[in-house]
């Protein structure tokens, strides 16, 4: 596992050289701080722009202050998604189209440090993104409305913690697999396409990994805790480890694939 | 215009520092980047006239890694 400190270092040089450790994460924070304004400013922006007729009165009703982190939750469900996507689904398969590969699988290399230090710095990345984000939101919240009380929202930013982590385990895995158009397209299919269709048909079905976004919510909300929670978060993270082992076989079979330049 | 002393300027304030920390690294960067995907001068217009995501396009399809 010594190679895993250096491949380590490896990644973590290219996410500072390429930027994506300072625009992620800066990402994630504006939304943390704009759905709060957002919601806070709404009477007066449907006011000042909405065209409405002279005199009209619109009810607002109270919002609930978890109500306005959950609306954060939701643009990083998909803008979230989208950038996390674009920015790690090729982190495998592009270093085997442009060449970079032949240099690393030319040495007899651990693929589990290769493949454990992709996915060690796409997480750091992510959590440095997700976690300020989150608690930016909460803090908003609470200065424009009222608090969300601090242990319903760390456990909820616990249980949400674990669906990311799910999350990039499957964009690094199939960019192991497939090339990076394919796993651009299936990334995005696992995470944005799949809980559309899950909203739809999978209300009989309660534990699977897409339900952990809304069961940390709920937590929030109402601070009750079901088996189903634990089930799902254990289960979550059997599926995470497999693909975890998945992807390392992935890269190491498909070293063949890579483009000699 | 007569309104604007009466935005809170502390409270949006976070939120206009990191626009513009994007966009100056967007812009950084670009003018340091050998080849973009299209024009680069295109790119210097999305990254300075769309508000989050011209920046946001240019880091995840703009950039050509090498």
């Known amino acids: 596992m010594r190679s895993y ?27 943390g701080f704009s759905e709060p304004l957002t919601s806070y400013y709404l009477p007066d922006i449907l006011e000042k722009f909405g065209n409405l007729p002279e005199g009209t ?37 592009k270093e085997r189209q442009n060449g970079t590969a032949t240099l690393i699988y030319a040495r007899p290399i ?10 060690t ?4 990345v992510t ?25 319903k929202f760390f456990s909820f930013v616990g249980i ?5 982590l799910f999350v990039l385990t499957v964009i690094v895995t199939l960019s192991a697999w497939f090339r990076s158009a394919l796993a651009t397209v299936l990334s995005f299919a696992v995470v944005i396409l799949i809980p559309i269709i899950l909203s739809f048909v999978g209300n ?17 909300r109402d601070g009750v805790d079901s088996n189903d929670i634990w089930i799902t978060i254990g289960l979550t993270v059997m599926i995470s480890l497999f693909l975890l082992w998945l992807g390392i076989i992935g890269a190491k079979v498909n070293t063949k694939k890579a483009k000699i330049s | 215009m007569e309104t604007l002393p009466a935005i809170p300027w502390m409270i949006i304030a976070p939120l206009l520092i990191i626009q513009f920390i994007l966009v100056v ?30 920046p946001i396009l240019y880091f995840t399809v703009g950039r050509k890694q090498a």
């Open chain 2, 25 to 54: 690294v967007a812009l950084i960067d670009l003018s340091k980047i050998d080849r973009t995907n299209g024009p680069k001068l295109l790119w210097v217009f999305l990254i300075i006239f769309i508000n989050i995501i011209g």
């Open chain 1, 121 to 124: 710095v796409g997480v750091i």
């Open chain 1, 110 to 119: 651990s693929f589990t440090s290769y493949y454990l230090a992709k996915w």
């Open chain 1, 204 to 220: 009989y079905w309660p534990m699977h990994p897409w339900k952990l976004t809304s069961y940390a919510i709920a937590w929030m």
């Open chain 1, 5 to 31: 400190g250096t491949f380590l270092w490896k990644e973590w040089t290219e996410v500072t050289r390429n930027f994506k450790l300072l625009w992620i994460p800066l990402v994630f924070l504006l939304f």
């Open chain 1, 160 to 164: 949400y913690l674990v669906w990311w």
């Open chain 1, 57 to 93: 009165v619109i009810p607002i009703p109270h919002i609930d202050p978890a109500e306005v982190i959950a609306a954060t939750v939701s643009q990083y469900e998909f803008i979230g998604m989208i950038v996390l996507v674009a920015a790690f689904s090729g982190t495998i398969s």
């Open chain 1, 127 to 151: 959590f440095l993104g997700v976690v300020p984000g989150l608690f930016i939101s909460w803090w908003y919240t609470g200065m424009l409305f009222e608090y969300v009380e601090i242990e």
